[in-house]
């Protein structure tokens, strides 16, 4: 395939991951609500800020299709920052409401969206994931090969989510969801480490 037809497919996935972890989002956050799991809820507040570190995926890539240059610009370091501080917060509030959660034995209404909407984030992003490393590999691109690494994140991210969901289902224990807050507490904590050292130029 054509360097040309590789970066227009690098752009449609970037465009497609940000449209699908908005609509993620939203359905995670609204159930998560709902029924109060801890672990769906968080989920899909990590799909919002993944919005943001996909429009500066999405910026970086129409720069290197015009450029050539995956040296991150102002733009993508601010984005990252941003990003980072945003997943710590977000670790921190997780982390919290699933401790408090735990200790107070929290029951969620269900956890079945939870395993639905899982389920469907674990075929997209394998999928996803699959597409993006194919293409990073025969682009010979770092920068899109380290997005790709980000979207196999979100695929360890819906495996807890469908782990700590259907433990809940199975058992009725309040404290497996809570605990799958808390693991996804510390995950969106290392994205949020991670984006800041690709600020700084480190990966």
């Not at 799958?180 to 994205?191: D, K, M, Q, S, T």
Request: proline content about 1%.
């Amino acid at each position: 395939m054509h360097r040309k037809q590789l970066y227009a497919r690098a752009y449609l996935l970037a465009v497609f991951t940000i449209v699908y972890n908005i609509i993620e989002g939203i359905f995670s956050v609204g159930f998560g609500l709902a029924d109060e799991t801890f672990s769906l809820f968080g989920f899909g507040l990590d799909s919002f800020v993944e919005v943001m570190s996909g429009v500066g995926v999405w910026h970086m890539i129409r720069r290197i299709m015009a450029s050539g240059d995956e040296s991150p610009d102002t733009f993508e370091r601010s984005s990252l920052k941003i990003t980072g501080v945003s997943f710590y917060i977000l670790s921190a509030g997780l982390c919290f409401t699933g401790i408090y959660g735990f200790f107070v034995s929290h029951k969620p209404e269900t956890t079945f969206w939870g395993i639905v909407i899982s389920l469907v984030s674990i075929s997209a992003m394998w999928v996803l994931a699959s597409m993006k490393i194919g293409t990073g590999k025969a682009l010979g691109s770092e920068a899109i090969l380290a997005d790709a690494e980000c979207t196999r994140t979100c695929l360890i991210l819906s495996v807890v989510l469908l782990g700590a969901s259907l433990g809940y289902e199975l058992t009725g224990i309040g404290r497996i969801d809570s605990l799958g807050a808390v693991i996804i507490a510390v995950l969106a904590f290392r994205e949020g480490k991670e984006a800041f050292e690709k600020a700084r130029g480190r990966s």
